[in-house]
Nanobody
Framework: VQLQASGGGLVQAGGSLRLSCAASGRTFSSYAMGWFRQAPGKEREFVAAISWSGDSTYYADSVKGRFTISRDNAKNTVYLQMNSLQPEDTAVYYC??????????????WGLGTLVTVSS
């Protein structure tokens, strides 16, 4: 599986962005998908995850209520809708895929990141 994230950019605090992650391969719907981020000088951290069916979603406490993860298996794409963005959300965002297990502890595939910058 190859993953390509897009949709990053510069936004003012309080604004919104939607990230997309397009996946290659015919088995996309069998993978749980997730988003991680890495801010300058910090370790990469979990942001959100979604089950293969889309029925279950999980969020880091820091983004709960502001970010929404979704997927369209017909388009082999996972999304991250980010609302009420704050400067502390500034980071490179990565999408990830896992076939089995908890994506917070095991990732099978990483995509290239997309930079999100939130100005105050």
């Amino acid at each position: 599986v190859q993953l390509q994230a897009s949709g990053g950019g510069l936004v003012q605090a309080g604004g919104s962005l939607r990230l997309s992650c397009a996946a290659s391969g015919r088995t996309f719907s069998s993978y749980a998908m997730g988003w991680f981020r890495q801010a300058p000088g910090k370790e990469r951290e979990f942001v959100a995850a979604i089950s293969w069916s889309g029925d279950s979603t999980y969020y880091a406490d820091s983004v709960k209520g502001r970010f929404t993860i979704s997927r369209d298996n017909a388009k082999n794409t996972v999304y991250l809708q980010m609302n009420s963005l704050q400067p502390e959300d500034t980071a490179v965002y990565y999408c990830a895929a896992v076939a089995y297990g908890n994506i917070r502890s095991k990732v099978d595939y990483w995509g290239l990141g997309t930079l999100v910058t939130v100005s105050s």
